[in-house]
Nanobody, 122 residues
């Protein structure tokens, strides 16, 4: 019902930058928040950054000051600008949305993208 497609991952050297994009499409009534999570091998998926209506943002402590999340409401797109990347940022990054679909439950559902690999290595 709601599809999320990520792009922008890749290999970058420590200290470098990458920009991730995620576009939501499908039968969407409303999107309440969009965000990015990541999962490194052998680790649990963790929140990286989230942006809700009114541009309320929150970041994990590990990325504050280095990553910036932004959202283009007219195109249901969210971006993650990642600067000063470190090897410990290496993970699969997943886009997430809290969204309602027409005729669906009153409570927003969780939707996930397929993930995009970010590797920080020299």
């Amino acid at each position: 019902q709601v599809q999320l497609v990520e792009s922008g991952g890749g290999l970058v050297q420590p200290g470098g930058s990458l920009r991730l994009s995620c576009a939501a499409s499908g039968s969407i009534f409303s999107i309440y928040s969009m965000g990015w999570y990541r999962q490194a091998p052998g680790m649990q998926r963790e929140l990286v950054a989230k942006i809700a209506d009114g541009d309320r943002r929150n970041y994990s402590d590990s990325v504050k000051g280095r990553f910036t999340i932004s959202r283009l409401y007219t195109k249901n797109t969210v971006y993650l600008q990642m600067n000063s990347l470190k090897p410990e940022d290496t993970a699969v990054y997943y886009c997430h949305a809290d969204a309602k679909v027409p005729g669906g439950p009153s409570k927003p559902g969780d939707y996930w993208g397929q993930g995009t690999q970010v590797t920080v290595s020299s």
